[in-house]
Each structure stands twice: as structure tokens, then as C-alpha cells.
């Protein structure tokens, strides 16, 4: 728990496949030398988390959500992954202020597919190009959502 820096440390005692289901890393230990918390878990919370779920400023994960988030699934400030979501979003699929992917939408878009406001790719939907190839697949991409 927490200690008198500040500092909180918890994991669980179940664990699966050697790592705890939960780890909670938050803040600076300076007795344990440590400037930020680590968490490493199934699901991890910390300044620095990496887990099968990991919430962090730093995170690291299947699926990672935070300030810097690196994913298979990714939401944050800086999202890298699979699918990255966030301010700039970099991954085979890609939304964001600025995206950059195979597939990519945002202000800025970049990608094989690009639809944003501008847009740069091999086929593409923004303010001034509407290539008819990229309307064809948006199209279908929302239907395969039931939009």
C-alpha cells in the first residue's frame, strides 16, 4: 500500500501465467530508489504499466490506454498499435488528430486509405479529393459496422 513518500505499491496475490491479475505501481518510491512506479499484471495501473490491460502514462499492452500507449489496441495522447486511436495515432488502422496507417482517418490522415481534412494516400477522401475507390471502401467499412 501506500508508504510515507507518497508512493503506492499493490499486486494481487492470484496470479496467471506468473504474472498478478492486478498491479498498482503509482508514484515515486525514492526508499526503493524507484522515480516512477512500474506495474506489471494481467492488469497493470502505474505511472509505467505494462500488462494484458495496462492504464498508465506510459503503457504497454494488449490493450494499452494512456498519455504514451502502446497496443494491439491503443487509445492515448501518443497511440501506437494495431488499432491506435488518440492525438497522433500511428497503426494499421488509425484515428486520430493525426493518423498515419493503412487505414487512416483524422485531421491529418496518412495511409493507403486517408479520409480527413487533409488527406494523403493512394486513395483518398478530404476537402478537395474524393477518389472513388476510397468512397467504395468507407462505404463498406461502415456497413461492416451496421453504420
Known sequence: MANYTGAIRWQ????????????????????????????????????????????GGLSLGGLAIGGVSVGVISFGGLSVGGLAIGGLAIGAIAFGGAAIGVIATGGLAIGYYARGGVAIGKYVISAIRHDPEAVEFWKRLASWFGF
Not at 501465467?17 to 494481467?42: C, S, Y
Open 12 to 55: 494481487s496475490r492470484a496470479t496467471l501465467f506468473g504474472l498478478p491479475l492486478v498491479a498498482i505501481a503509482i508514484g515515486p518510491d525514492f526508499v526503493n530508489g524507484e522515480i516512477r512506479g512500474h506495474a506489471h499484471g494481467v492488469f497493470a495501473l502505474g505511472d509505467i504499466a505494462t500488462g494484458w490491460i495496462a492504464v
